[in-house]
C-alpha cells in the first residue's frame, strides 16, 4: 500500500490544521492507521492511531500530549485517513507522518511499529 500525507503548513499557536492521508494500491479498510511525528533533533514519536473497521470498534488510541486537541478519523469509502489538529502548540511543529499496519491501533499506540509508511508532510506552529 502507498500512503501519501499532505494538509500540513504553518500556522500560528492556537490555530488548526487538517493533514489528510490517502492510500493507493490496497483497500484501508484492511489497515489499522496512524500518525507520528519527528520534530528537528527529536526521535520520532507516537500521535495516534484508529483500529480497522470491524476490530475494535473504530477505537482511537492519542499520545497524552495531544489527547483533547487532535482527532483522527477515517474514510473507508474515499481510502483516506485525517488527522484534525486543534488548539495548536509551538511543541507540535514537526515533520507527520502517516502509517498503516495490519497489527491493532492499540498495537501502535504501545510502540509496534507499522508496515507501510507515507512520506511526511511539515506542521510548523510559531507564536
Known amino acids: 500500500v502507498q500512503l501519501q500525507a499532505s494538509g500540513g503548513g504553518s500556522v500560528q499557536a492556537g490555530g488548526s490544521l487538517r493533514l489528510s492521508c490517502a492510500a493507493s494500491g490496497r483497500t484501508l479498510s484492511s489497515f489499522a492507521m496512524a500518525w507520528f511525528r519527528q520534530a528537528p533533533g527529536k526521535e520520532r514519536e507516537f500521535v495516534g492511531a484508529i483500529s480497522r473497521d470491524g476490530r475494535d470498534g473504530g477505537n482511537t488510541y492519542y499520545a497524552d500530549s495531544v489527547k483533547g486537541r487532535f482527532t483522527i478519523s477515517r474514510d473507508n469509502a474515499q481510502n483516506t485517513m485525517y488527522l484534525q489538529m486543534n488548539s495548536l502548540k509551538l511543541g507540535d511543529t514537526a515533520v507527520y507522518y502517516c502509517?498503516?499496519?495490519?497489527?491493532?491501533?492499540?498495537?501502535?499506540?504501545?510502540?509496534?511499529?507499522?508496515?507501510?509508511w507515507g512520506q511526511g508532510t511539515q506542521v510548523t506552529v510559531s507564536s
Open positions: 502509517a498503516a499496519g495490519r497489527s491493532s491501533a492499540q498495537a501502535m499506540a504501545m510502540g509496534v511499529s507499522p508496515a507501510y
